[in-house]
């Protein structure tokens, strides 16, 4: 983590009370446990790391590939060329409409790819995160890991 990252978790952690006693007795992996914790309310941001194997699971309606023109079948492919697509880049949502526009069958295999592109945040992750944070907006991680206890002594 780097000195801005911990500067800005600090004061999370030094104004949270349910760590009072973590803080006082040095329970570093409380705190780590509290901060690798889903945020609640739920946080969504996009996930830097979609396989096309989680994109084509059990919500992906494979009728609706063939209904694709060359052009949007070239797109929905290129996106995982390397084997993973990083959803968090702004330019891989325009990519994922232009895809599956079109029909409403066709826009809605576009809304099922995007909902696979998005997770809660954990506390930390949300802290760290640039945006909204909404459903409709999803936020941008600068940072996506799990703090560790070595991590959270500097926090207290």
């Not at 978790?9 to 040095?26: C, M």
């Not at 944070?133 to 936020?139: I, L, N, W």
Request: net charge neutral; proline share 4%.
């Amino acid at each position: 983590m780097t000195p801005e990252q911990t500067a800005l978790l600090r004061p999370v952690v030094q104004a949270e009370a349910s760590l009072a006693e973590a803080r006082r007795t040095g329970d570093d992996g409380a705190i780590a446990r509290w901060l690798n914790a889903t945020a609640a309310p739920a946080f969504i941001v996009w996930k830097t790391r979609v396989t096309r194997e989680v994109v084509l699971g059990s919500g992906f309606d494979f009728t609706q590939v063939d209904n694709l023109t060359v052009g949007q079948a070239r797109i929905f492919d290129w996106l995982f060329e390397s084997g993973v697509m990083n959803p968090s880049l702004p330019s891989r949502h325009t990519a994922i409409l232009e895809a599956w526009k079109g029909t409403p069958a066709k826009v809605a295999v576009g809304t099922y790819v995007l909902s696979q592109c998005k997770r809660s945040a954990t506390r930390a992750e949300k802290v760290l995160a640039n945006g909204t944070g909404s459903d409709a907006v999803p936020a941008t991680m600068t940072w996506e890991s799990q703090v560790t206890a070595d991590e959270c002594s500097s926090l207290r």
